[in-house]
């Protein structure tokens, strides 16, 4: 088939500022509304992050999308349980430092308040169709672009996120009943920011910190 490139109607150096400036007021959140967020809302993020690219077009993913609110609170309750553990034996001392400025601990309400969690799984072999092995290629690689993909498409429908990986994370499978082969790789709670969330002062390197053409004639 014949590829059909994507028209923004502008150049592309404008569309590219123009999208820059839309993701850059993107913040992970805490603290979410209760109100709530249609099914086809997340239907429609879901497919986003399932257009992503992957290793042999293996497409070594599942999402499990969660509104029920008991199966949340047993979520949380899993999360809680790895989360005091991590601060209190697991992290050492340096990272405990790097996550003070974040202001975050082993209690996780948003895990209950957010209307949806999105538990994205990486998948150890295929989904089996005819003609295909069940092997998968890159999958760390594919899932993190697709978890990307659907971050950013949470932002553009207006919504807010947070990328929660507790650790380890088995929990996520047994809650959720998935097979052996699906291996918990990130939960995102989804929802609209509360009124009075607040988030941390942070700041983004510069460009110069993260981009370099070509070599770098200082590291010659």
Request: proline fraction near 8%; aromatic fraction near 8%.
């Amino acid at each position: 088939m014949k590829y059909r490139a994507h028209e923004p109607g502008k150049p592309a150096e404008a569309a590219a500022r123009d999208f820059c400036e839309v993701m850059s007021t993107r913040r992970s959140v805490r603290e979410f509304s209760s109100r709530p967020v249609d099914r086809e809302v997340i239907h429609w993020i879901i497919r986003s992050a399932g257009s992503a690219p992957s290793g042999a077009n293996k497409q070594p993913w599942r999402f499990v999308a969660i509104d029920d609110p008991a199966l949340k609170r047993e979520i949380r309750g899993a999360a809680e349980a790895e989360e005091r553990l991590f601060y209190d034996r697991r992290a050492g001392a340096d990272w405990l430092r790097d996550l003070e400025v974040l202001g975050t601990g082993p209690d996780k309400p948003f895990l209950e308040q957010a209307p949806w969690l999105i538990a994205v799984f990486k998948l150890m072999r295929a989904d089996r169709t005819e003609r295909q092995t069940d092997q998968v290629y890159y999958a760390n690689e594919s899932v993190g672009i697709a978890a990307g993909m659907l971050i950013t498409a949470v932002h553009l429908a207006g919504l807010a996120c947070l990328t929660h990986t507790p650790s380890p994370m088995k929990f996520l499978s047994d809650v959720l009943a998935r097979p052996p082969h699906e291996r918990p790789y990130l939960l995102i709670p989804v929802g609209y920011p509360a009124d009075d969330c607040t988030v941390p002062e942070i700041k983004r390197k510069a460009i110069g910190e993260i981009l370099t053409f070509n070599r770098d004639p200082a590291q010659e």
